[in-house]
C-alpha cells in the first residue's frame, strides 16, 4: 500500500472566513459567542474522541479501506478543533470476514507496532492533545461455535482501550445469538467497550411480538452485566443506539463512550468529492500516481473544512438527550482525559506503559 503524502494543516476557521470572504457575505458577529457557549456546553461532556481510524485501519492484509490519515494529521486536526485526546481504535481482522488472529499474525503485530508509535508520540510531546493505543476488535463465533473477539488476549493486554463490536456475525439478529456473543464479551477481561452494541439489530417490522420480547429481555441481562463488570455502552455517531436502547442504558446505570468512529471525516458532510473508487484501488495497493493525486486533495479539503454542522448537531441532540435521562458527564468515559484515564487505570485496573506516562504528565499539570 502506497504511503499518501502529508496533509498542510489550514485552520478550519479561518477558511470560512476566507470563504465568506470571497462569496462576497458579510463576517457574522455574533459568530465568536455562539461558538463559546456551544463549546462549553460540549467541553463538559466530551473533550475527545475514543474510536478513531487511522491509515493503520487500512490493512493490506484485508483490503479493506478504513482510513485514510496518519495518527499525526488526525491529531492535529482533533487539536485544532479543540479536543484534548484521542483514542485510535484500529480496525483487527476483515470486519466483513472476521477471522480469529495469532500472536504472530501480522495484523496483531501491527497493533502492537501501533501502540508503540502513540505512546513515542506522546513522549515526543509536540501536540499538546495526547493519545491512547486501541483496537476495534471483532466479536465472532469461532470454528466450535464459541463466542471470541477475533484479537488474541496477549495483544490485547499491550493496548491502552479494547473497543469490541459486532460486525458480520452469524445469526447476527437472533436473540440468542445476540445474548451468546455480547455476554462472552463482557466478560473477556480485556475489553472496555461494547461498540455501537445495536448497529446490526435495529428494528424489523416483520417481527413478531414474541420476538421483542425477547429481544428486550436480551438486553436488560446484557446491561446488568455490563454494569456488573465495568465496561462501557459506546453511543457511536456514525449509528446511534435505538431510543428505547438508550433509555434502558440510561437507566441501568452503565457508563457511555461518545464517539466519533471517524474513519475519513467524510461522513459528517452534506457535500464534497467523494473518492470510493480510488479508496479502495489504494486500499488494495493498486492505485495509480492519478488515484493518488486525487486522494491527497481529498484528504485536503477533507482536514481544511472542519467537522461539518451535522455532526455538531447530531452531538448536541445525544447530550440533551443524555441530560433528559438524568446522566451526567461523569458517565460519559470521554468527557475528559482524566476520566478516561481514571477509568481504565483504576476502574477498569489497566496497566500499560502510555498509560503510566499519561498519569504522570496530566498529573503534572
Same mark, same amino acid.
Given at each position: 500500500m502506497r504511503e499518501l503524502p502529508s496533509v498542510p494543516y489550514i485552520d478550519p476557521q479561518e477558511e470560512a472566513h476566507k470563504k465568506r470572504e470571497q462569496a462576497g457575505l458579510p463576517q457574522r458577529e455574533d459568530e465568536a459567542g455562539e461558538q463559546r457557549e456551544l463549546t462549553q456546553y460540549i467541553d463538559k461532556w466530551w473533550q475527545g474522541d475514543a474510536h478513531s481510524h487511522s491509515t493503520r485501519s487500512t490493512r493490506e492484509e484485508t483490503g479493506q479501506y478504513e482510513g485514510l490519515y496518519r495518527p499525526q494529521e488526525i491529531m492535529e486536526y482533533y487539536q485544532r478543533i479543540g479536543l484534548r485526546f484521542v483514542a485510535f481504535a484500529e480496525h483487527a481482522s476483515d470486519t466483513h470476514h472476521p477471522k480469529q488472529l495469532?500472536?504472530?499474525?501480522?495484523?496483531?503485530?501491527?497493533?502492537?507496532?501501533?501502540?508503540?508509535? @502513540?505512546?513515542? =508520540?506522546?513522549?515526543?510531546?509536540?501536540?499538546?492533545?495526547?493519545?491512547?493505543?486501541? #483496537?476495534?476488535?471483532? =466479536?465472532?463465533?469461532?470454528?466450535?461455535? $464459541?463466542?471470541?473477539?477475533?484479537? %488474541?488476549?496477549?495483544?490485547?493486554?499491550? !493496548?491502552?482501550? #479494547?473497543?469490541?463490536?459486532?460486525?458480520? @456475525?452469524?445469526?447476527? /439478529?437472533?436473540?440468542?445469538?445476540?445474548?451468546?456473543?455480547?455476554?462472552? +464479551?463482557?466478560?473477556?477481561?480485556?475489553?472496555? #467497550?461494547?461498540?455501537? %452494541?445495536?448497529?446490526?439489530?435495529?428494528?424489523?417490522?416483520? $417481527?413478531?411480538?414474541?420476538?421483542w420480547e425477547e429481544y428486550w429481555g436480551v438486553w436488560q441481562e446484557i446491561l446488568a452485566e455490563m454494569v456488573a463488570q465495568n465496561k462501557a455502552f459506546e453511543i457511536n455517531l456514525n449509528c446511534q443506539p435505538s431510543r428505547k436502547l438508550l433509555e434502558m442504558a440510561a437507566n441501568s446505570g452503565v457508563r457511555f463512550s461518545l464517539d466519533l468512529d471517524a474513519h475519513d471525516f467524510n461522513q459528517y458532510k452534506s457535500s464534497g468529492t467523494e473518492v470510493s473508487g480510488e479508496k479502495k484501488k489504494w486500499a488494495a495497493g493498486d492505485a495509480s500516481d492519478a488515484d493518488i493525486d486525487i486522494l491527497n486533495q481529498y484528504r485536503i479539503e477533507?482536514?481544511?473544512?472542519?467537522?461539518?454542522?451535522? =455532526?455538531?448537531?447530531? !452531538? @448536541? /441532540?445525544?447530550?440533551?438527550?443524555?441530560?433528559? !435521562?438524568? #446522566? +451526567? %458527564?461523569?458517565?460519559? @468515559?470521554?468527557?475528559? %482525559?482524566?476520566?478516561?484515564?481514571?477509568? !481504565?487505570? +483504576?476502574?477498569?485496573? $489497566? +496497566?500499560?506503559?502510555?498509560?503510566?506516562?499519561?498519569?504522570?504528565?496530566?498529573?503534572? $499539570?
Open positions: 495469532s500472536v504472530e499474525d501480522s495484523i496483531s503485530q501491527s497493533l502492537v507496532s501501533g501502540a508503540e508509535e @502513540i505512546e513515542g =508520540i506522546n513522549r515526543e510531546g509536540n501536540f499538546d492533545i495526547i493519545a491512547f493505543s486501541s #483496537v476495534e476488535a471483532n =466479536i465472532m463465533f469461532d470454528d466450535d461455535g $464459541k463466542a471470541i473477539v477475533d484479537v %488474541p488476549d496477549e495483544i490485547l493486554a499491550k !493496548l491502552d482501550l #479494547v473497543v469490541a463490536s459486532r460486525h458480520a @456475525i452469524a445469526n447476527e /439478529k437472533e436473540p440468542s445469538a445476540i445474548r451468546e456473543s455480547l455476554l462472552a +464479551t463482557v466478560r473477556n477481561g480485556y475489553v472496555d #467497550v461494547i461498540g455501537h %452494541p445495536d448497529r446490526y439489530t435495529r428494528k424489523d417490522k416483520e $417481527k413478531s411480538p414474541e420476538y477533507r482536514m481544511t473544512s472542519g467537522p461539518g454542522v451535522r =455532526i455538531i448537531v447530531r !452531538l @448536541i /441532540k445525544v447530550l440533551k438527550k443524555l441530560e433528559s !435521562l438524568g #446522566v +451526567t %458527564p461523569d458517565r460519559v @468515559i470521554n468527557s475528559s %482525559p482524566e476520566n478516561l484515564l481514571n477509568f !481504565l487505570t +483504576t476502574v477498569r485496573g $489497566k +496497566t500499560t506503559s502510555n498509560l503510566e506516562f499519561l498519569k504522570e504528565k496530566l498529573g503534572s $499539570k
